[in-house]
């Protein structure tokens, strides 16, 4: 997890179709307030109406800021950071006057209390219906809204399931108040609450002191129904402790969604995974997201583990589907290779293949999967021109892509074009060229993916042996066994070049 070092402010300006969150602006016309209020909703990337979702509440006051607060969201999701669900973000258009809160009574002003209507019974049920949102609702403040946040979390207990509020205002000693009272403690034994709460250590004292009295108040509410958690970060202030500890609040708030059941010999992965589903389903409200790496990538290496062919072929019936990318086939094609499916794979390198050329031109393609698609179905072809000929077209996407992928794909195809040359007796003398390539490319790149040379050196020897060279053959294993003294196999042919001599 990360705990203090982010980057503070990451959006990510794309289209709809790329990485992008969609944003909608919504007018409601309130009975309570005899006004229109506006909201902004920002819909997760491929957000359906086939799904649940759950929402994140927020103003637009102080650093709170739905935009950011989406798009950071999506940046430790689309990397892999965090494993977060898709969320949707609501800001609500509102000032001091509308929000209606009281620092000195911590109480509501009459407006503020019209307002908070018009959320529960307006607001809310509108976007739940519209958006597929889920009943788990976090609310989210900083300064002002984190001690409006205190107040809903005191006095409207049943609006959110969840809470994060950073840097939380005290204008005087008990002002506002916050007192957890018997009735509050029953209330939150009922029902699964997130709280967490933050202050920076470069804010002024006053605001450290009440976060941390409000923790220690909190605390009280600890059980298996209620969760909190207090930070005080040593590198925020006041304004940027939102930006600083909202990829820590989220991981918190979260935790169930990256809880996943324990592996036992006696349970099928079919029920593993309905584990899961049911336990999300209780406490967020959502389906499992099935394309989510962050998710299927928890069950996978329990099948490699115990071979479990029958549960990949579970596990593929329920996770892949036409909304299927070019990574996630890859994934459970090459799992299925582990456990010795290997029709099956091939099935799905196929499937993985099409996708990926079908998706070359969209801004969201990532040359790396459909190389290793194509080099990884390379090993399972029936014959050897089969597996030259996928890993030519492997070698054609990284020459046509290499500017834009990690050095580990290019130049190490050449390696892999060079070591089934020498393990097939197939195109030998390309395959030569090719290992030679790698040797000269490799002396360029900097990275811990690439293949040591002895490994090269000893697929050139054993080129060699194959074209009846035993001269360049000796050289070449002799070279590898220069680099690596113990090379076993290098050994061996070396041996048996003398033997025959």
């Known amino acids: 997890m990360l705990k203090y070092i982010l980057p503070i402010v990451f959006f990510l300006y794309c289209s709809l179709t790329g990485f992008a969150q969609r944003s909608i602006d919504e007018k409601i016309n309130s009975k309570y307030l005899g006004d229109t209020i506006n909201c902004t909703v920002w819909l997760p990337q491929n957000w359906n109406v086939k799904q649940h979702y759950t929402t994140i509440y927020t103003f637009s006051y102080g650093a709170s800021n739905a935009e950011f607060i989406a798009e950071q969201i999506n940046y430790l999701r689309k990397l892999n950071i965090s494993n977060l669900p ?159 500890c909202l990829p820590i609040a989220l991981d918190f708030i979260y935790q169930h969604y990256s809880s996943f059941p324990q592996p036992d010999s006696t349970v099928r992965i079919s029920s593993l995974i309905k584990q899961y589903e049911s336990n999300l389903s209780a406490i967020y409200g959502i389906d499992v997201d099935k394309q989510s790496y962050g998710v299927y990538s928890n069950f996978l290496p329990i099948i490699w583990q115990k071979k479990d062919s029958i549960g990949l072929i579970d596990a593929i019936k329920y996770f892949i589907t036409s909304e299927s990318d070019i990574r996630q086939l890859r994934d459970f094609a090459f799992s299925c290779s582990i456990v010795g499916l290997k029709d099956k794979a091939k099935e799905l390198y196929g499937e993985a293949i099409n996708k990926g050329i079908a998706n070359q031109k969209s801004p969201n393609f990532y040359p790396g999967y459909l190389i290793t698609c194509y080099r990884e179905s390379a090993d399972l072809a029936d014959n050897p021109k089969e597996g030259w000929d996928l890993l030519q077209k492997g070698l054609q996407v990284c020459l046509k892509h290499k500017i834009n992928i990690y050095n580990d794909y290019y130049p190490n195809i050449y390696y892999y074009l060079g070591k089934f040359a020498s393990e097939n007796d197939y195109q030998t003398e390309e395959g030569i060229r090719y290992l030679q390539l790698y040797i000269e490319k490799q002396k360029d790149v900097i990275t811990l993916n690439q293949f040591p040379l002895n490994k090269a050196y000893y697929y050139l020897g054993k080129c060699y042996f194959l074209l009846n060279d035993t001269k360049k053959a000796k050289l070449y294993l002799q070279m590898a066994l220069n680099l690596n003294s113990n090379y076993k196999e290098a050994k061996m042919l070396l041996q048996k070049l003398s033997e025959n001599k």
Request: some cysteine; aromatic content about 14%.
């Open 86 to 244: 898709p969320i949707i973000v609501v800001n609500i258009w509102a000032d001091m006057d509308l929000i209606g809160y009281n620092y000195e009574t911590g109480l509501l002003t009459e407006r503020g209390t019209r307002t908070v209507s018009c959320i529960k019974n307006e607001i809310i049920p509108l976007l739940e219906s519209k958006y597929k949102a889920s009943k788990f609702r976090a609310y989210i403040g900083q300064s002002y809204g984190a001690s409006y946040g205190n107040y809903l979390f005191l006095k409207q207990p049943d609006i959110f399931s969840a809470y994060m509020l950073m840097s939380p205002e005290r204008i005087a000693p008990l002002q506002p108040p916050f007192e957890i009272t018997p009735e509050l403690q029953k209330n939150y034994s009922k029902r699964q609450t997130y709280y967490f709460i933050a202050s920076g250590d470069l804010d002024i004292q006053r605001r450290r002191d009440y976060a941390k009295d409000i923790s220690e108040r909190v605390s009280k509410l600890d059980s298996s129904r209620f969760a909190y958690r207090y930070e005080n970060l040593s590198l925020a202030g006041h304004n940027n402790s939102l930006a600083i």
